[in-house]
């Protein structure tokens, strides 16, 4: 059996944004001054080690909430943004020291379309093409072939301007594909997509081959999805929206027959039952009791993004 070759490799990845410029006091000296000439502000920390191996021809899947460090990831993967320390190595070549290489074998799909408005979607894609050194009739060619196999071939000839959102989505990853690259990179896929869109992107993700969570920027989890939805906290999810801090409802909640497991984040109570809805009433009361008010409710049963709240506290975008 042939090694895999990883298409994607990172080790120990680190980014740390420079902090927000110091503002001014009333007395016109900056805060960082009048905390001491040697005081250094800390930085914002995007990604802290982040060890992720995708093998070639792998549909890999990369999930987090805003603020994860999915943008940032991809931003070094693809170049657009320097990382602080570590290592990340793309199509065999180095996005530090081989930046221009990195560039040539990938496609970057962004996370809202950034056409040229001023030339019709086959000059768009043509236009790109040139970057890459493609010959005029062969850029012709794979545009229109493109443009047919994503079902946008009769606005070709159209202004940016007369497509749609989605149209403008689809004319995204035709130009990320028309220099045949060998990785495609879809930032937040989703962004721009009417719920239709999103459910079709998010069940091509639970068919890839396997799928990372990602937060506060650390890798929590990386398998395929049947093994992750596997690995999520048994029964039902009833997430209870208070008026206060759950922390306070924890211990009544979690002393309730049938609850396997109960937590607080902020103001939601999760709580994790074999029995569904019944339990209910009784949470609602636990909450009264504890001086709070229940606000709003939502179930779910055992799946990723249960697994994904149980890991990270917060809900899927």
């Given amino acids: 059996m042939g090694l895999v070759t990883a298409a994607v490799k990172t080790i120990q990845l680190r980014k740390i944004y420079p902090a927000p410029s110091s503002k001014r ?5 900056s805060t960082a001054a009048s905390a001491g000439a040697g005081a250094k502000r800390p930085g914002m920390v995007a990604l802290e080690g ?22 940032t990831t991809i931003g070094i993967l693809t170049t657009r943004v320097r990382p602080t320390s570590g290592n990340a190595v793309v199509a065999g070549a180095d996005v530090t020291r081989d930046a221009v290489l990195v560039r040539r074998r990938i496609g970057v799909v ?11 979607a086959r000059e768009n894609l043509v236009f790109h093409a040139a970057y890459f050194g493609i010959p005029l009739r062969t850029a012709n ?20 301007d007369q497509l749609s959102g989605g149209q403008q989505q689809r004319l995204m990853l035709a130009r990320a594909l028309i220099h045949q690259p060998e990785i495609l990179f879809l930032d937040e896929p989703t962004v721009g997509l009417d719920p239709h869109g999103r459910l079709a992107v998010w069940e091509v993700l639970r068919l890839g081959d396997r799928l990372g969570i990602v937060d506060h920027g650390k890798l929590l989890a990386v398998d395929s999805p049947d093994k992750l939805k596997a690995r999520a906290p048994g029964g039902t999810l009833i997430q ?8 306070a409802v924890v211990p009544l909640a979690g002393a309730l027959p ?15 039952s074999d029995r569904g809805g ?12 504890s001086g709070r008010t229940v606000k709003d ?21």
């Avoid at 006091?25 to 000296?29: I, L």
């Avoid at 093998?55 to 999930?63: S, V």
């Avoid at 060619?141 to 940016?160: Q, Y």
């Avoid at 209870?240 to 922390?247: F, K, W």
């Fill in 110 to 120: 962004p996370q809202r379309p950034n056409p040229d408005r001023n030339l019709n």
């Fill in 278 to 289: 019944e339990l209910i009433p009784a949470l609602i009361r636990a909450a009264e009791q």
């Fill in 50 to 71: 982040l060890d992720l191996e995708i093998a070639e021809g792998e549909l890999f899947g990369l999930l987090g909430p805003n603020g994860a460090g999915k943008t």
């Fill in 240 to 247: 209870l929206s208070l008026d206060g801090e759950a922390s």
């Fill in 258 to 272: 049938g609850v396997s497991r109960a937590e607080a984040n902020n103001a939601t109570l999760l709580a994790y």
């Fill in 25 to 29: 006091s009333p007395g016109g000296k």
């Fill in 297 to 317: 409710i939502h179930l779910s049963p055992p799946s990723l993004e249960t697994l994904f709240i149980s890991m990270t506290g917060r809900k899927l975008d």
């Fill in 141 to 160: 060619a794979r545009a229109r072939a493109l443009l047919e196999k994503l079902g946008i071939a009769d606005k070709g000839e159209s202004k940016v």
